[in-house]
Each structure stands twice: as C-alpha cells, then as structure tokens.
C-alpha cells in the first residue's frame, strides 16, 4: 500500500504539489518595484547630492532660489515621492518577516502606509511651497 501511495504522488504535477503551500499573488510585483523605486532613488540621488555640493557656500535666498526651480522642483518631488514608497515596501517586508503576532502586524501595516504617505504628503507640499514662493 506505500508504494501504491508513493506513486500516486509522483503523478502530481508541479501545480498540484504547490497548490496551498502559500500565496503567489504579489511577491513578483513588491520585488520589482523595491528594484525600480531603488534605481530611480540612485538616479535621482545622485542629481540631487550634485546640486547640494554645488550649493555649498550659496546664501538662502540662492538656494531658495535653486531649490524652487521648476527642472530642481520636480526631481526633489520624484525623489521623495520614491524614497517614501521604497521605505514603505521596505518596511513592509520587514513586519512581514519578524512581526509574528497577527494583531501587531496589522497595526504595524497600517503605521507603515500612515506615516510614509503622511511624510510623503508633508515633504511634497514643502517643496511646492517653496517653489511656489511661500
């Protein structure tokens, strides 16, 4: 009778034994865009420690100025808008893998998006408050 049950297993195919192990819903798509949100934060970075550099010395109305540039503007509210969604997937995988009480982990999920998506709506109305003229 084991053997009869051994072969019978091996008959499965792939789909079969993996059904119910865990989900496949969205890992593919968080790893993607943990790479993209990083390769556009290097980028993005990179512009923008170049334009600190080059501000060194430079008075506040300049560097008001600079900053409120419409070209400067946009990249600083791309990358902070980046750099709050990469943090937040990145948290995210974090309480996914050492929060182990379900409770906890639900809070701490909806902590994660609050704080990101309040951060990012708080620096992104700074910048436009800047280049705007406030």
């Known amino acids: 009778m084991s053997d009869d049950w051994k072969r019978h ?3 499965r195919t792939p789909l079969k034994r993996a059904v119910g192990l865990g989900s496949a819903k969205s ?5 993607i865009w943990q790479r993209i949100t990083a390769i556009v934060l290097l980028l993005l970075g990179a ?11 430079a008075s506040y109305d300049l560097a008001h100025a600079i900053v409120g540039d419409t070209v400067n ?7 902070l808008i980046a750099m709050f969604w990469h943090a937040k997937l990145g948290l995210q995988v974090v ?6 009480t379900p409770a906890l982990a639900g809070v701490a999920h909806i902590a ?6 309040l951060a990012a709506i ?13």
């Open 9 to 11: 297993e091996n008959l």
């Open 73 to 79: 503007a946009t990249i600083l509210v791309a990358f």
């Open 112 to 117: 994660n998006i609050f704080v990101c998506a």
């Open 95 to 100: 309480i996914e893998d050492y929060v182990h």
């Open 27 to 31: 890992g593919t798509d968080h790893f």
């Open 47 to 57: 512009y923008l420690i170049g334009l600190l550099l080059s501000l060194g010395g």
């Open 122 to 134: 708080a620096s992104v109305l700074a910048v436009i408050r800047i280049t705007l003229g406030a």
